[in-house]
Nanobody, 121 residues
Framework: QVRLVESGGGLVQAGGSLRISCEAS????????MGWFRQAPGKERELVAT???????VYADSVESRFTISRDNAKNTVYLEMNNLKPDDTAVYYC???????????????WGKGTLVTVSS
């Protein structure tokens, strides 16, 4: 069994900063790509940022230069540092990871349950 658990969400004023984390645990052989998605009320889930196992990153245009994704491979953890937050960034942020499960040696995509980030104006 594999779990992704997010932490670090909360309420922040516009212009402020917040860092959220996501740790993968369980029957893990290897973690490949990891990423963050978000879903605002009444909107579809959208990509925020992704990072490969060797550190290559991709960002949505709306967060480029404000958000930074990083990971600690030894801890199977991905981070999202969010700066200059805007009310439009308010959403539930979901962690996503491509994980090779031990013994099965097959890759599956897992999702966390989400952490709420609220940016007040």
């Amino acid at each position: 069994q594999v779990r992704l658990v997010e932490s670090g969400g909360g309420l922040v004023q516009a212009g402020g900063s917040l860092r959220i984390s996501c740790e993968a645990s369980g029957n893990i052989e290897r973690v490949n790509g990891m990423g963050w998605f978000r879903q605002a009320p009444g909107k579809e889930r959208e990509l925020v940022a992704t990072i490969t196992s060797n550190g290559r990153t991709v960002y949505a245009d709306s967060v480029e230069s404000r958000f930074t994704i990083s990971r600690d491979n030894a801890k199977n953890t991905v981070y999202l540092e969010m700066n200059n937050l805007k009310p439009d960034d308010t959403a539930v942020y979901y962690c996503n990871a491509e994980i090779v499960v031990r013994l099965l040696l097959r890759e599956y995509v897992y999702w966390g349950k989400g952490t709420l980030v609220t940016v007040s104006s």
